[in-house]
């Protein structure tokens, strides 16, 4: 049976896995759990390098560090176990260069693998419907804020604005004649979105009561919470958790989700990339790929529809052509 070279020294190597460990045990900068995590890593790192017949720290340069963590992904470890990882091996790595135990890497040079962006859970079309159409029910406090609720959550679907845009509209960004909100997104930077009929039927009604709860006849708010101050993103986010719940949608809803839903629907139904990322407010066409995440055989099929020679892979019919519906 093998040895364990953090227990057991039997060559140079085995004997610098036990400095180290015994380093780390010592070490007040780190928690219980995370000293046992890197020792666990330590040692499958110690499997591998005996398995590639190693015995000096000296033997162990960058190029075997990126071998080891490719050999880590394709035992398919996610990206947080491999990342984790990674840490351990820079924490080792110092410790054998302070104490000048031999090996030729760079533990600056060790870089963990970028994480997969969590995308929420975008709505169905149906959840959206039920959220926006279903009678409301009184949340708690004025009955006035249900209809800047409604106005506000149909606003954010409409015109795919992130919360923190949503709270900063004064009255001057609407252009009701042209259905068009002007928004300030990241880094200031300005962009004029189309808002849906519905959405602005909404608005036109809840303006009214925005007026009956004004302290300050000077607010520019859009949309005011009900001592007449500007909206805040938690509210927002509060009282979409709030409603989400008690229409029993099955699911706790966040503003970025609806976000997520206009990018997704309009998608879906134009096919339409750039458009979406103009209204999205993203500098980079990767990012409105990434984050609309249509799956590919949807884009196949607007490949096939739209590619005027896709349709010579079948021999057998003639190009299939999509007719895409406004769904919102």
Not at 9 to 22: I, K, M, Q, S, Y
Not at 28 to 41: E, F, V
Not at 204 to 220: F, G, K, M, S, V
Request: hydrophobic share 35%; glycine share 4%; proline share 6%.
């Amino acid at each position: 049976m093998p040895q364990n070279p953090l227990q057991s020294p039997a060559n140079a190597l085995d004997e610098a896995f036990v400095t180290a460990r015994n380093q780390l045990t010592a070490s007040p900068r780190l928690s219980a759990k995370t000293r046992q995590a890197y020792l666990g890593d330590w040692a499958h790192f110690a499997d591998y390098l005996r398995d590639e017949q190693l015995t000096h720290p000296r033997q162990i340069d960058d190029r075997r560090l990126r071998a080891y963590l490719a050999h880590c992904q394709q035992r398919t470890l996610d990206a947080r176990s491999i990342a984790r990882k990674t840490s351990a091996l820079r924490w080792l790595l110092r410790s054998w260069r302070d104490r000048a135990q031999g090996s030729s890497a760079n533990p600056d040079n060790l870089k963990p693998p970028k994480a997969a962006k969590k995308l929420p859970d975008a709505p169905t079309i149906e959840t959206i419907n039920q959220l926006l159409d279903a009678t409301l029910p009184q949340l708690s406090g004025d009955p006035r804020l249900l209809d800047r609720d409604r106005a506000l959550f149909e606003l954010v679907y409409s015109s795919g604005l992130r919360v923190a845009e949503l709270v900063a509209i004064d009255l001057v960004d609407l252009d009701f004649s042209e259905a068009i909100v002007r928004v300030t997104g990241k880094r200031d930077k300005t962009r004029l979105v189309p808002v849906g009929s519905r959405a602005m039927t909404r608005i036109q009604a809840w303006l009214p009561i925005r007026q009956t709860l004004l302290r300050d006849p000077a607010q520019t708010a859009l949309f005011v919470n009900r001592h007449g101050g500007r909206l805040s993103t938690r509210s927002v986010q509060m009282r979409l958790d709030q409603l989400s719940r008690q229409l029993g949608l099955g699911q706790s809803l966040h503003p970025h989700q609806l976000r997520h839903a206009f990018a997704t629907h309009v998608l879906e139904s134009s096919g339409d990339l750039r458009a979406v990322q103009e209204m999205l407010g993203h500098e980079s066409l990767s990012t409105t790929q990434i984050y609309t995440h249509l799956d590919f055989q949807h884009l196949a099929r607007v490949y096939e529809a739209a590619h005027p020679r896709a349709g010579r892979r079948r021999t057998d019919s003639p190009p299939e052509t999509e007719t895409f519906t406004d769904r919102d």
